[in-house]
Each structure stands twice: as structure tokens, then as C-alpha cells.
């Protein structure tokens, strides 16, 4: 079998990917992302227990990232995350408002408003996060560990692929 970047020639560089390379395996791939994108969004990837579909995918993107990142200002986790500021306040609004996410003043420039997971946010992101992991463990139950490490090292690399076609930061990583 070729190395990759090799045709069955042997010329290095030339690429295989194109419409007609592997179309049925494409088509496969296509359809299996679709199909995920379907199930992880009726089950909301939500977990298990009481935690369960309680927590939107904006929400804990969101939290996540201010959990990992620190306090940062809306333009800052806007550009983080591949999104405009505009949306990052729209989805901040009810987390700052259920008490999940505190506005607070920026600590070099009292001015400029700064926002931070609180205390009840982060207790709230780990009871999601557990919940995450029991549902992933459930789904994966069958699983060796090195195909659940398989598994999460290719689709980590197909989500960055995806987040550099869009133009984004990598969204990719552990907990994003």
C-alpha cells in the first residue's frame, strides 16, 4: 500500500483526493458524518442522569473555554471560537443571566468588562461533563482502549481539518 502523499506509481506528492479517488468510500464517510451529526444532535450528546440534555452545545463550548482559558473579554472567546462577537453575546446573555458565566471589570483596564465562569458555572460544567463521560463510556462500552484513543485521535484530526478549511482556530483539542 502507498504511503500517504504516494500513488501506487510511487510519485511522491501527487494526490489521490479527488472526485473520482475513492468516491464509495467518500460516500461513506459523507454519510456516516451525517448520520452523526443527526444522532449527536437529537441526543444533544447529553449524557446520562439528571444532567442529561440540560446543557446546550453553545452553552458548553462556551463554558468550556472560559473553564480551560481563563476570564477573557467577548471579542477574545468570540475569536477563540470561530465566531462572531455578536453571537458570543447573544449566547452569553442567558449564562450570564441563569448565573453560570459573571461579567466582571477587566484588571488592567477597569473600563473593559471581562467574562469568567462562576463558581455555580463550573460546578454546573462538571456535572455535564461527568455525565458526558458516562454516556461516552456507555457508547464505547464494547471498546478497546486503544480504539476509543483511535477513534478520538481521528476525530480530532478530521475537526481541525474541518475548523482550517472554515478558516477557524482550531476547535478541535480535548474539551473544546
Do not use: C
Not at 452523526?36 to 439528571?50: I, K
Not at 483596564?109 to 467574562?115: K, Q, S, W
Not at 460544567?125 to 455525565?131: F, G, I, P
Request: aromatic residues 2%; glycine residues 12%.
Amino acid at each position: 500500500m502507498p504511503a500517504q502523499g504516494q500513488t501506487e506509481a510511487g510519485n511522491e506528492g501527487a494526490s489521490e483526493v479527488g472526485p473520482e479517488a475513492g468516491s464509495g468510500l467518500l460516500d461513506s464517510l459523507q454519510h456516516q458524518v451525517a448520520l452523526f451529526a443527526r444522532r449527536a444532535e437529537q441526543t444533544r450528546l447529553g449524557g446520562v442522569g439528571q444532567a442529561r440534555n440540560s446543557m446546550d452545545r453553545a452553552a458548553y463550548l462556551l463554558l468550556n473555554r472560559l473553564d480551560r482559558e481563563g476570564p477573557m473579554g467577548v471579542k477574545a472567546l468570540a475569536a477563540g471560537m470561530g465566531i462572531d462577537s455578536s453571537t458570543v453575546t447573544r449566547q452569553v446573555a442567558p449564562l450570564v443571566d441563569s448565573g453560570l458565566v459573571k461579567r466582571t471589570s477587566h484588571p488592567e483596564d477597569g473600563r473593559a468588562v471581562v467574562l469568567a465562569l462562576s463558581p455555580r458555572g463550573l460546578a454546573r460544567l462538571e456535572d455535564v461533563r461527568s455525565s458526558r463521560r458516562a454516556l461516552m463510556a456507555q457508547v464505547t462500552e464494547g471498546w478497546s482502549e486503544d480504539e476509543r484513543e483511535a477513534f478520538t485521535a481521528l476525530l480530532t484530526r478530521f475537526n481541525v481539518s474541518l475548523s482550517e478549511r472554515m478558516g477557524a482556530p482550531g476547535e478541535g483539542g480535548p474539551a473544546s
